[in-house]
T-cell receptor
Protein backbone atom coordinates (compact mmCIF):
# COMPACT_ATOMS: atom_id res chain seq x y z
CA UNK A 1 0.00 0.00 0.00
CA UNK A 2 1.06 3.56 -0.67
CA UNK A 3 2.39 5.41 2.36
CA UNK A 4 1.03 8.76 1.23
CA UNK A 5 -2.37 10.43 1.01
CA UNK A 6 -3.32 13.07 -1.51
CA UNK A 7 -6.63 14.76 -2.34
CA UNK A 8 -8.18 13.13 -5.39
CA UNK A 9 -8.31 16.27 -7.48
CA UNK A 10 -7.54 19.97 -7.65
CA UNK A 11 -8.15 22.81 -10.07
CA UNK A 12 -5.81 25.69 -10.78
CA UNK A 13 -6.00 28.73 -13.03
CA UNK A 14 -3.43 29.04 -15.78
CA UNK A 15 -0.54 31.27 -14.79
CA UNK A 16 -1.16 30.89 -11.07
CA UNK A 17 0.89 28.82 -8.67
CA UNK A 18 -0.35 25.29 -8.07
CA UNK A 19 0.27 23.95 -4.56
CA UNK A 20 -0.15 20.19 -4.37
CA UNK A 21 -0.30 18.74 -0.84
CA UNK A 22 0.78 15.31 0.35
CA UNK A 23 0.60 13.65 3.75
CA UNK A 24 3.14 11.02 4.75
CA UNK A 25 2.77 10.81 8.51
CA UNK A 26 4.52 7.43 8.83
CA UNK A 27 7.62 8.38 6.86
CA UNK A 28 10.87 6.94 8.18
CA UNK A 29 14.09 8.85 8.69
CA UNK A 30 15.76 7.27 5.68
CA UNK A 31 12.86 7.72 3.27
CA UNK A 32 12.79 10.37 0.58
CA UNK A 33 9.72 12.09 -0.85
CA UNK A 34 9.47 11.73 -4.63
CA UNK A 35 7.05 13.38 -7.01
CA UNK A 36 6.11 12.07 -10.42
CA UNK A 37 3.36 13.01 -12.82
CA UNK A 38 1.57 11.19 -15.59
CA UNK A 39 0.17 13.25 -18.42
CA UNK A 40 -2.74 11.44 -20.02
CA UNK A 41 -1.48 7.91 -20.67
CA UNK A 42 2.19 8.74 -21.12
CA UNK A 43 4.99 7.29 -19.00
CA UNK A 44 5.40 8.82 -15.54
CA UNK A 45 7.67 11.84 -15.51
CA UNK A 46 10.06 12.48 -12.63
CA UNK A 47 9.63 15.93 -11.12
CA UNK A 48 11.65 16.29 -7.94
CA UNK A 49 12.61 14.60 -4.70
CA UNK A 50 13.86 15.56 -1.27
CA UNK A 51 14.74 14.27 2.18
CA UNK A 52 14.22 17.11 4.63
CA UNK A 53 15.44 20.30 3.05
CA UNK A 54 13.36 22.24 0.56
CA UNK A 55 14.34 21.57 -3.03
CA UNK A 56 13.92 23.49 -6.27
CA UNK A 57 14.62 22.64 -9.88
CA UNK A 58 13.54 23.93 -13.27
CA UNK A 59 10.15 22.22 -12.97
CA UNK A 60 9.00 22.76 -9.41
CA UNK A 61 9.74 23.39 -5.75
CA UNK A 62 9.30 20.89 -2.94
CA UNK A 63 8.54 22.12 0.55
CA UNK A 64 8.84 19.52 3.33
CA UNK A 65 7.59 20.32 6.82
CA UNK A 66 10.07 20.23 9.66
CA UNK A 67 8.52 17.06 11.11
CA UNK A 68 8.55 15.56 7.59
CA UNK A 69 4.97 14.35 7.92
CA UNK A 70 3.76 16.34 4.95
CA UNK A 71 5.02 18.15 1.91
CA UNK A 72 3.86 20.47 -0.85
CA UNK A 73 4.82 20.45 -4.49
CA UNK A 74 4.69 23.90 -6.00
CA UNK A 75 4.37 24.59 -9.71
CA UNK A 76 5.09 28.33 -9.75
CA UNK A 77 3.27 29.25 -12.97
CA UNK A 78 0.91 26.49 -14.01
CA UNK A 79 0.22 25.98 -17.72
CA UNK A 80 -2.36 23.87 -19.50
CA UNK A 81 0.36 21.30 -20.15
CA UNK A 82 0.70 20.74 -16.41
CA UNK A 83 -2.70 19.04 -16.36
CA UNK A 84 -1.85 15.53 -15.18
CA UNK A 85 -2.11 13.02 -12.35
CA UNK A 86 0.54 13.81 -9.74
CA UNK A 87 1.97 11.10 -7.52
CA UNK A 88 3.65 11.67 -4.18
CA UNK A 89 5.76 8.63 -3.22
CA UNK A 90 8.00 7.88 -0.28
CA UNK A 91 10.83 5.42 -0.70
CA UNK A 92 14.21 4.56 0.68
CA UNK A 93 17.00 5.88 -1.49
CA UNK A 94 20.06 3.68 -1.54
CA UNK A 95 23.23 3.35 -3.54
CA UNK A 96 21.93 0.09 -4.91
CA UNK A 97 18.83 1.73 -6.34
CA UNK A 98 16.80 -1.30 -5.37
CA UNK A 99 13.65 0.22 -3.93
CA UNK A 100 10.57 -0.13 -6.09
CA UNK A 101 8.11 2.73 -6.43
CA UNK A 102 4.69 2.19 -4.86
CA UNK A 103 2.15 4.34 -6.66
CA UNK A 104 -1.09 5.36 -4.98
CA UNK A 105 -4.05 6.86 -6.77
CA UNK A 106 -2.39 10.24 -7.08
CA UNK A 107 -4.09 13.59 -7.51
CA UNK A 108 -5.58 14.86 -10.75
CA UNK A 109 -4.54 18.48 -11.32
CA UNK A 110 -6.57 20.33 -13.90
CA UNK A 111 -5.22 23.66 -15.09
CA UNK A 112 -7.98 25.83 -16.48
CA UNK A 113 -7.56 28.65 -19.01
CA UNK B 1 21.30 11.49 -23.83
CA UNK B 2 18.37 9.49 -25.10
CA UNK B 3 15.74 8.56 -22.58
CA UNK B 4 14.35 5.14 -21.80
CA UNK B 5 13.16 3.51 -24.98
CA UNK B 6 10.43 0.93 -25.29
CA UNK B 7 9.19 -0.97 -28.28
CA UNK B 8 6.85 -1.67 -29.70
CA UNK B 9 4.67 1.22 -28.56
CA UNK B 10 1.52 -0.70 -29.42
CA UNK B 11 1.16 -4.45 -29.60
CA UNK B 12 -1.91 -6.46 -30.55
CA UNK B 13 -2.06 -10.16 -29.81
CA UNK B 14 -4.74 -12.81 -29.97
CA UNK B 15 -5.47 -14.96 -26.95
CA UNK B 16 -2.89 -17.71 -26.58
CA UNK B 17 -0.12 -15.90 -28.44
CA UNK B 18 3.12 -14.64 -26.92
CA UNK B 19 3.97 -11.00 -26.30
CA UNK B 20 7.54 -9.68 -26.08
CA UNK B 21 8.11 -6.18 -24.79
CA UNK B 22 11.53 -4.56 -25.04
CA UNK B 23 13.13 -1.86 -22.93
CA UNK B 24 16.42 -0.09 -23.52
CA UNK B 25 17.54 1.80 -20.42
CA UNK B 26 19.12 5.22 -20.43
CA UNK B 27 22.83 5.22 -21.18
CA UNK B 28 24.81 4.38 -18.06
CA UNK B 29 21.84 2.88 -16.22
CA UNK B 30 22.19 -0.67 -15.00
CA UNK B 31 18.89 -1.02 -13.12
CA UNK B 32 15.64 -1.79 -14.94
CA UNK B 33 12.12 -1.93 -13.51
CA UNK B 34 8.86 -3.04 -15.11
CA UNK B 35 5.46 -1.69 -14.06
CA UNK B 36 1.98 -2.48 -15.33
CA UNK B 37 -1.00 -0.16 -15.50
CA UNK B 38 -4.37 -1.80 -16.04
CA UNK B 39 -7.13 0.34 -17.55
CA UNK B 40 -8.34 3.00 -15.10
CA UNK B 41 -5.92 1.79 -12.41
CA UNK B 42 -2.61 2.91 -10.96
CA UNK B 43 0.84 1.63 -11.78
CA UNK B 44 1.90 -1.61 -10.12
CA UNK B 45 5.47 -2.81 -9.75
CA UNK B 46 6.26 -6.10 -11.44
CA UNK B 47 9.99 -6.81 -11.44
CA UNK B 48 13.40 -5.23 -10.86
CA UNK B 49 16.48 -6.44 -12.71
CA UNK B 50 20.15 -5.66 -12.94
CA UNK B 51 22.34 -6.98 -15.72
CA UNK B 52 21.80 -10.77 -15.92
CA UNK B 53 20.07 -10.87 -12.52
CA UNK B 54 16.50 -10.67 -11.26
CA UNK B 55 16.63 -8.78 -7.97
CA UNK B 56 12.96 -8.48 -7.03
CA UNK B 57 10.09 -10.21 -8.83
CA UNK B 58 7.54 -9.86 -6.07
CA UNK B 59 5.02 -8.19 -8.38
CA UNK B 60 5.22 -10.68 -11.21
CA UNK B 61 2.35 -13.09 -11.78
CA UNK B 62 3.55 -16.59 -10.99
CA UNK B 63 2.67 -18.05 -14.36
CA UNK B 64 3.17 -17.00 -17.98
CA UNK B 65 5.27 -13.91 -17.18
CA UNK B 66 9.06 -13.74 -17.28
CA UNK B 67 11.69 -11.03 -17.56
CA UNK B 68 15.34 -10.84 -18.42
CA UNK B 69 18.06 -8.24 -18.75
CA UNK B 70 20.96 -9.84 -20.61
CA UNK B 71 24.54 -8.65 -20.58
CA UNK B 72 24.04 -7.24 -24.06
CA UNK B 73 20.82 -5.83 -25.44
CA UNK B 74 17.54 -4.62 -24.02
CA UNK B 75 15.50 -5.96 -21.16
CA UNK B 76 12.66 -8.22 -22.28
CA UNK B 77 9.30 -8.77 -20.60
CA UNK B 78 7.73 -11.91 -22.00
CA UNK B 79 4.11 -12.91 -21.60
CA UNK B 80 3.19 -16.37 -22.79
CA UNK B 81 -0.31 -17.49 -23.78
CA UNK B 82 -1.78 -14.03 -23.34
CA UNK B 83 -5.31 -13.58 -22.03
CA UNK B 84 -7.61 -10.58 -22.27
CA UNK B 85 -6.78 -9.60 -18.71
CA UNK B 86 -3.20 -8.94 -19.80
CA UNK B 87 -4.36 -5.93 -21.81
CA UNK B 88 -2.62 -3.00 -20.17
CA UNK B 89 0.12 -0.42 -20.50
CA UNK B 90 3.53 -1.78 -19.55
CA UNK B 91 6.12 0.77 -18.47
CA UNK B 92 9.80 0.29 -18.06
CA UNK B 93 11.98 2.50 -15.89
CA UNK B 94 15.73 2.67 -15.44
CA UNK B 95 18.05 4.16 -12.86
CA UNK B 96 21.73 4.51 -12.15
CA UNK B 97 21.54 5.12 -8.41
CA UNK B 98 18.18 6.26 -7.08
CA UNK B 99 15.87 8.17 -9.37
CA UNK B 100 13.87 6.07 -11.82
CA UNK B 101 13.14 7.47 -15.27
CA UNK B 102 10.29 5.98 -17.25
CA UNK B 103 9.85 5.11 -20.87
CA UNK B 104 6.76 5.86 -22.96
CA UNK B 105 5.28 2.43 -22.41
CA UNK B 106 3.96 -0.42 -24.52
CA UNK B 107 0.21 -0.71 -24.85
CA UNK B 108 -0.76 -4.34 -25.15
CA UNK B 109 -4.18 -5.23 -26.48
CA UNK B 110 -5.30 -8.85 -26.39
CA UNK B 111 -8.15 -9.71 -28.73
Amino acid sequence: DAKTTQPPSMDCAEGRAANLPCNHSTISGNEYVYWYRQIHSQGPQYIIHGLKNNETNEMASLIITEDRKSSTLILPHATLRDTAVYYCIVRVASQGGSEKLVFGKGMKLTVNP
Amino acid sequence: NAGVMQNPRHLVRRRGQEARLRCSPMKGHSHVYWYRQLPEEGLKFMVYLQKENIIDESGMPKERFSAEFPKEGPSILRIQQVVRGDSAAYFCASSSVDTQYFGPGTRLTVL
